[in-house]
């Protein structure tokens, strides 16, 4: 299980001194926004564009049922973190760096007891995905 500390760190900041509130993070809302194009409005992967992609967009409502029935935090957020990258070959995710870099950070426990400074806006992307498994 994931722990979450929400602890301020960089993006807060320059939030801060820049004058503005950082926003609200819903990861049910980006899901809506940046990724139900592909994956469906309900994660199922039949999102209106995923006819036209080289390689299907996966169920992501299975994610738990295929791992075994435990959702795999660190992977789907490394998943997600990696295509903000682009730095993987033939990955048809788009990129999603300034959705996802230009947030506060947050101290997550993925499991091993280390804390690790991780994007708020991915975090909560993982936790409504979480929400969606099917048993
Ligand atoms: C342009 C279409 C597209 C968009 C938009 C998109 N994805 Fe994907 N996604 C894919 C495809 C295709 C795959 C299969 C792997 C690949 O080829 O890149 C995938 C794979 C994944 C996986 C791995 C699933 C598994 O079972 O291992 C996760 C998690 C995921 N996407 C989450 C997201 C999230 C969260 C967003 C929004 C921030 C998003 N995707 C936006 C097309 C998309």
Same mark, same amino acid.
Not at 3 to 10: E, P, S, T
Not at 29 to 44: I, N, R
Not at 103 to 125: C, N, Q, S, W, Y
């Given at each position: 299980?994931?722990?979450?500390?929400?602890?301020?760190?960089?993006? *807060? /900041?320059? !939030?801060?001194?820049?004058?503005?509130? %950082? #926003?609200?993070?819903? &990861?049910? $809302?980006?899901?809506?926004?940046?990724?139900?194009?592909?994956?469906?409005?309900?994660?199922?992967?039949? *999102? /209106?564009? !995923?006819?036209?992609?080289?390689?299907? %967009? #996966?169920?992501?409502? &299975?994610? $738990?049922?295929?791992?075994?029935?435990?959702?795999?935090?660190?992977?789907?957020?490394?998943?997600?973190? *990696?295509?903000?990258?682009?730095?993987?070959?033939?990955?048809?995710?788009?990129?999603? &760096?300034?959705?996802?870099?230009?947030?506060?950070?947050?101290?997550?426990?993925?499991?091993?007891?280390?804390?690790?400074?991780?994007?708020?806006?991915?975090?909560?992307?993982?936790?409504?995905?979480?929400?969606?498994?099917?048993?």
């Amino acid at each position: 299980m994931v722990k979450v500390m929400r602890v301020m760190l960089a993006g *807060g /900041a320059v !939030a801060t001194l820049a004058g503005c509130m %950082p #926003p609200e993070v819903s &990861g049910r $809302a980006d899901f809506q926004a940046y990724c139900a194009g592909c994956h469906g409005a309900t994660g199922a992967g039949d *999102g /209106a564009r !995923a006819d036209g992609l080289s390689a299907a %967009p #996966p169920d992501l409502t &299975g994610i $738990a049922a295929r791992n075994g029935g435990a959702f795999p935090y660190l992977r789907v957020m490394s998943v997600v973190d *990696g295509y903000t990258r682009r730095d993987q070959h033939g990955s048809t995710m788009p990129e999603m &760096g300034p959705l996802i870099e230009e947030g506060r950070l947050v101290l997550v426990d993925t499991g091993d007891g280390v804390m690790t400074p991780t994007p708020e806006r991915l975090v909560a992307l993982a936790d409504y995905l979480a929400t969606i498994q099917k048993p």
